[in-house]
């Protein structure tokens, strides 16, 4: 971008002294009216009743009332006169130039547009002519690799623009400089009368380097904005290649930029498109079982490359791992697909690559990374069910079969002595303890009464899952969702029950099965993938047959997401189709509502084969939130995957005592931090079972990315 014609009007011109008339109490029109009320009373008044009087006596009388009358008026109308005088004020512009290693790329400028920006910038072409004027002959040798950091040494040494005088004439310059965040320059510029000749600009942008690791436009400007002055910043200028890859997005501090009324001017020294090849980000799940099949999805983006072929790789802790060939060309955003099998238990650093290919403007962007923790530990599963049905029977033979498992199983009105058999899953009653349900990673709950399971076993279940726990509601004909309305379950619930309808309409069953739909989200959703590819899955889906039965609710909880959904016109409500598979966040955990009870109809014609992968991802996605903790009784997450030095580390979680109770006299929490040669280290401990957050991470300059 350039400034072909600057013309910024940032001072107030001087004007002469005008005079203007208010009246801050009442209307000069009510006050008007008031007046000739009183005046024509006063006169007509002295004519009835002073006939005795002199005629020189009763006009003078008369005078003299309507004056008081006149002067009463006018306090009530409250006349002020006041005096405006405009001088011209000098205003700061603040000027952010970046100093990020990027702005020493040198650009391919083949586009037309571009060449005439840089000859603009450089002087080699007039200001005035725009991006319409021809070029010397000697433009394209001389421009077409300027690196960014040169054409900004140029724009401050070009007499013809001008452009750091003409600003410094309107307003007054506070440069800053940008990487990770704003600092002053170490010498201010030399300036005569608070003018910026261009032989003080061309000296002070020569003193300057670009030696900054990170680019942050979007905290850079928050911070120069929200910094305390005498006066109100008339503009803010950023001259920048553009490139932004930690803090906050440019567009959030915009925003406080239009809140405080500052225009923002943005001058930019790179290119339209530069060829470039690079690998934007690497999406990882943060937890994966050792021995099942991991998806890693990577968005590689090109732009005004040739169409041709290339290969993305993933690479594992260094070792290839998959590889996947893309065709690319123009500007095109991907998203790429890998698949793995992690085999031991352990931190891997995931590493997507493409090739540096030959003129490309970012050398070291063509690699991203991520981590991922492989586990080998069994999660615990906590079964409670009111009576034997189909369906529990059918999931509890999964579950008991499932190598990744370690299930517990509570029949509240089962055959006495179920746990007394060798192996059994079977609990011989309820839990009472906190500790049975704190251990547990996922929680299904059938079609259980509400009084079976207590108000204080509904606290706490409710608690475990604001932690990190994932409950399943699995819901009947008798009692979920319906009776846990007004219950401490309740807010859990993705979906609103239906308390209005008959208990007998409720437990209605279709006298044919049909079939439930996919959601968008649905298909997209690990939860219900039955294929990595999605067209795969969608037919897996549609071959599933039908079902006789779903739960009536009155609609999806705001901020739940509805996966599956009943298509039948007559389940339709005013929200729409009736949701048969909702998910929503419950603080730290997640709660899954599963509205029908038939399931196992899934096995017919197809076997076990998808009805464990359907359980399977349900209950894997929902315990990762436990398992990523080192300790049950300590839950702790970081607020990114990745930093680089100097960046701010959030890490927050629950901790608990021993048995997993809160202890009232250990309600605050203590962190200190510190560390040296590449070293991170921090001491927390929350004993209250309420959520903490430690802010501590200092590291060494030489140490490298976490």
């Keep these: 971008m350039s400034f072909p014609s600057p013309s910024f009007d940032f001072a107030l011109a001087a004007t002469a002294p005008q005079w203007t008339l208010g009246f801050e109490g009442i209307s000069p029109g009510l006050a008007a009216g008031l007046f000739l009320v009183l005046a024509v009373g006063c006169v007509w008044a002295y004519a009835r009743w002073s006939s005795g009087v002199g005629m020189?006596?009763?006009?003078?009388?008369?005078?003299?009332?309507?004056?008081?009358?006149l002067v009463l008026c006018l306090l009530l109308a409250r006349p002020v006169l006041r005096l405006s005088l405009k001088e011209r004020v000098r205003q700061p512009l603040l000027v952010l130039v970046d100093s990020s290693e990027s702005m020493q790329?040198?650009?391919?400028?083949?586009?037309?547009?571009?060449?005439?920006?840089?000859?603009?910038?450089?002087?080699?072409?007039?200001p005035e002519g725009g991006l319409g004027q021809s070029l010397p002959p000697s433009a394209a040798a001389e421009l077409g690799e300027v690196s960014r950091w040169d054409l900004l040494q140029k724009l401050a040494a070009n007499d013809r623009l001008a452009l750091?005088?003409?600003?410094?004439?309107?307003?007054?310059?506070?440069f800053y400089q940008f990487g990770r965040s704003a600092f002053a320059p170490a010498q201010a510029p030399v300036m005569d009368d608070g003018r910026l000749g261009t032989r003080e600009a061309s000296a002070f942008f020569s003193r300057m380097k670009p030696q900054e690791q990170a680019t942050a436009i979007g905290e850079s400007l928050r911070q120069v904005l929200q910094e305390p002055r005498a006066q109100a910043p008339v503009g803010v200028l950023l001259l920048t290649d553009?490139?932004?890859?930690?803090?906050?997005?440019?567009?959030?501090?915009?925003?406080?930029?239009?809140?405080?009324?500052?225009?923002?001017?943005?001058?930019g020294l790179g290119v339209t498109s530069p060829l470039d090849l690079l690998v934007k980000e690497v999406h990882a799940q943060k937890l994966a079982f050792a021995g099942e099949r991991?998806?890693?999805?990577?968005?590689?983006?090109?732009?005004?490359?040739?169409?041709?072929?290339?290969?993305?790789?993933?690479?594992?802790?260094?070792?290839?791992?998959?590889?996947?060939?893309?065709?690319?060309g123009g500007d095109r955003d991907l998203e790429v697909v890998f698949h793995f099998i992690p085999r031991t238990a352990g931190e891997l650093k995931l590493e997507v690559s493409v090739p540096l290919l030959p003129g490309e403007a970012g050398k070291g962007?063509?690699?991203a990374a991520n981590t991922m923790r492989v586990t080998d530990t069994k999660f615990q599963v906590l079964l409670i069910e009111q009576e034997p049905r189909w369906d529990f029977r059918y999931l509890l033979d999964y579950l008991q079969r499932d190598p990744r498992l370690e299930v517990k199983c509570v029949m509240i009105d089962g055959e006495p002595g179920l746990e007394q058999a060798p192996g059994s899953p079977f609990l011989p009653k309820l839990p009472e303890d906190r500790e049975t349900f704190f251990k547990s990673h996922v929680i299904i709950l059938g079609d259980v009464n509400p009084e079976s399971l207590g108000q204080q076993r509904m606290e706490i279940m409710a608690e475990w899952v604001e932690a990190g726990g994932g409950i399943i509601f699995l819901t009947g004909s008798n009692h979920n969702p319906r009776s846990y309305v007004g219950t401490p379950l309740e807010p859990l619930l993705p979906v609103v029950p239906?308390?209005?309808?008959?208990?007998?309409?409720?437990?209605?069953?279709?006298?044919?099965?049909?079939?439930?739909?996919?959601?968008?989200?649905g298909r997209e959703s690990a939860y219900l993938q039955?294929?990595?590819?999605?067209?795969?899955?969608?037919?897996?889906?549609?071959?599933?047959?039908?079902?006789?039965?779903?739960?009536?609710?009155?609609?999806?909880?705001?901020?739940?997401?509805?996966?599956?959904?009943?298509?039948?016109?007559?389940r339709e409500g005013r929200y729409g189709q009736l949701p048969v598979f909702a998910m929503q966040g419950y603080g730290a955990g997640r709660s899954v509502y599963f509205g029908t009870d038939e399931t196992y109809r899934w096995r017919s014609r197809t076997g076990e084969r998808y009805y464990s992968v359907l359980w399977g991802q349900i209950m894997q996605t929902l315990s990762l939130q436990l398992l990523e903790g080192a300790s049950p009784l300590t839950q702790l997450k970081s607020d990114r995957k990745q930093y680089v030095v100097g960046d701010r580390v959030v890490i927050s979680g629950n901790a608990y005592t021993e048995g997993f109770s809160v202890d009232p006299a250990l309600s605050g929490w203590d962190a200190e931090g510190g560390g040296g040669g590449g070293a991170a280290a921090f001491s927390c401990m929350r004993r209250s079972g309420m959520p903490f957050a430690v802010i501590s991470l200092r590291r060494s300059p030489d140490s490298t990315p976490m």
């Design 365 to 367: 962007n063509n690699v």
């Design 105 to 126: 790329f040198p650009d391919q400028r083949q586009q037309r547009e571009d060449l005439q920006r840089a000859a603009i910038a450089t002087g080699m072409a007039s």
């Design 242 to 267: 553009g490139g932004n890859n930690t803090g906050t997005s440019a567009i959030e501090a915009s925003q406080i930029a239009l809140e405080q009324k500052v225009p923002l001017f943005i001058y």
């Design 530 to 570: 039955m294929d990595p590819n999605p067209e795969v899955s969608q037919e897996i889906w549609s071959r599933f047959p039908g079902v006789r039965w779903t739960a009536p609710v009155s609609r999806v909880k705001t901020g739940a997401e509805v996966l599956l959904v009943d298509t039948r016109p007559d």
């Design 164 to 174: 750091w005088q003409r600003l410094s004439e309107q307003a007054d310059l506070q």
């Design 294 to 328: 991991t998806e890693v999805k990577a968005h590689v983006l090109s732009q005004s490359l040739p169409e041709q072929r290339v290969v993305a790789v993933l690479k594992a802790n260094g070792e290839t791992v998959d590889e996947q060939e893309l065709t690319l």
């Design 56 to 69: 020189g006596r009763r006009v003078a009388m008369v005078m003299l009332r309507v004056l008081a009358a």
């Design 498 to 521: 239906d308390t209005v309808s008959p208990r007998e309409w409720v437990r209605q069953r279709a006298p044919e099965p049909f079939k439930l739909e996919l959601t968008r989200p």
